[in-house]
Nanobody
């Protein structure tokens, strides 16, 4: 079983920055891709393969950067120039080579003045 533990959610003013982290443990050798999805419809924010190939939602391109530290089994989402519409619960996702999905508990990001 893969466990995902998220951290970094917070309240930030518009234009500010946050970094989300998601640490994976247990069976991580089976993981092919990790990423972040946003509530309420679990829209994709960004994901990255273990080889470093990235995909971003159009709404975050140029503002968010996803990276992975394979040695630490941790994926990071650096969020800059945050907007109120970025507010939501961000869920870490990990997918295996056999297309099995794991989800984190969610991290609340609130962008408000």
């Amino acid at each position: 079983q893969v466990q995902l533990v998220e951290s970094g959610g917070d309240l930030v003013q518009p234009g500010g920055s946050l970094r989300l982290s998601c640490a994976a443990s247990g069976g991580t050798s089976r993981l092919y891709r990790m990423g972040w999805y946003r509530q309420a419809q679990l829209e994709l924010v960004a994901h990255i393969t273990i080889r470093g190939n990235t995909t971003y939602a159009d709404s975050v391109k140029g503002r968010f950067t996803i990276t992975v530290d394979n040695g630490k089994n941790t994926v990071y989402l650096q969020m800059n120039s945050l907007k109120p519409e970025d507010t939501g619960v961000y869920y870490c996702n990990a997918i295996t080579y056999t297309d099995f999905n794991y989800w984190g508990q969610g991290a609340q990001v609130t962008v408000s003045s």
